[in-house]
């Protein structure tokens, strides 16, 4: 795929498939961050891919802003973050826990947050943020977080398969009880590292970028091209299908119930 937020320096990439996951894996661009320290940190995934004519075909209707659509994929992350707590618990106390819902969680984490809610961040907002000479030690530490999450995910992938997976073995990270403990401190790890990543982009990264395309076209322009990116790739249902299959998952493990989370009134 090619990335076509930035026309100025976007490059083809080869297109390559996951050999475990068998899918395709994220096609990925080296960005060298000049100045940084990181030169050829791999930063593009295979989807700031948006429409082969992006501009040409952009949709007539408005479109949430590019921000607003970022902060809402954090949500959706937000939501698999309780999900992660929730599994860690129950590795750490020996409560029952069916793998699948932990991989299928995994797998959304893979196939939308990092392939194309990540890929849109590296191809659309840290570019400008890093042309602009903004935020280049945060854009550093968030692009190595990506890449450190990537890593994460494919472990709890790997730990969760079943047999009712063909050709996915059988959930070795729940067999022995050091196994559920690594399998517990990699949750945590992945839950410990996004919090923050996700509180700082919202509150630092996302307003610097709505500074430095604040000529009143910009913005916008980038907005039609997530926008395409996100209804070439999902079609009309855009994340809410992800949404539905993450309220599934909570309420298999008992989590749905948003007043579940509230403590009893102190005394």
């Known amino acids: 795929m090619t990335d076509h937020a930035e026309t100025d320096t976007a490059t083809p990439e080869d297109d390559h498939r996951s050999p475990r996951l068998g899918r395709p894996a994220m096609n990925r661009r080296a960005m060298l961050l000049g ?21 040409a075909a952009r949709p007539a209707a408005p479109v949430v802003p590019a921000t ?13 973050l309780l999900i992660y707590r929730e599994c860690g618990r129950r590795l750490t106390t020996g409560d029952q826990l069916d793998p699948a819902p932990l ?7 893979h196939s939308y947050i990092e392939d194309f809610h990540e890929g ?6 840290f570019p400008r943020l890093l042309r602009a000479g903004k935020l280049r030690d945060t854009v550093r530490n968030l692009l190595i977080q990506h890449d450190v999450g990537r890593k994460i995910t494919i472990a709890i992938i790997r730990s969760t398969t079943t047999m009712d997976m063909p050709g996915m073995g059988s959930a070795p ?17 992945f839950i410990t590292m996004y919090e923050p990543h996700e509180a700082r982009e919202d509150t630092v990264v996302f307003p610097a970028f709505r500074d430095v395309t604040a000529d009143g076209n910009t913005f916008e322009q980038v907005s039609h091209q997530i926008a395409e990116a996100q209804q070439k790739r999902f079609g009309d249902h855009g994340v809410s299908g992800y949404l539905d299959q993450i309220a599934d998952i909570e309420r298999q493990l008992g989590i749905y119930d948003l007043a579940t989370f509230t403590p009893p009134i102190p005394t």
């Open 35 to 55: 100045g940084v320290g990181i030169g050829g940190l791999a930063v593009g995934a295979g989807v700031a891919v948006g429409a082969q004519h992006a501009l």
């Open 68 to 80: 607003e659509e970022l902060m809402t994929d954090h949500g959706l992350l937000k939501r698999i």
């Open 103 to 109: 991989f299928h969680a995994a797998q959304m984490v």
């Open 120 to 125: 849109i961040e590296e191809g659309y907002i």
């Open 173 to 189: 990270g729940l067999a022995t009880a050091g196994s559920r403990a690594d399998l517990a401190r990699t949750l945590d790890q």
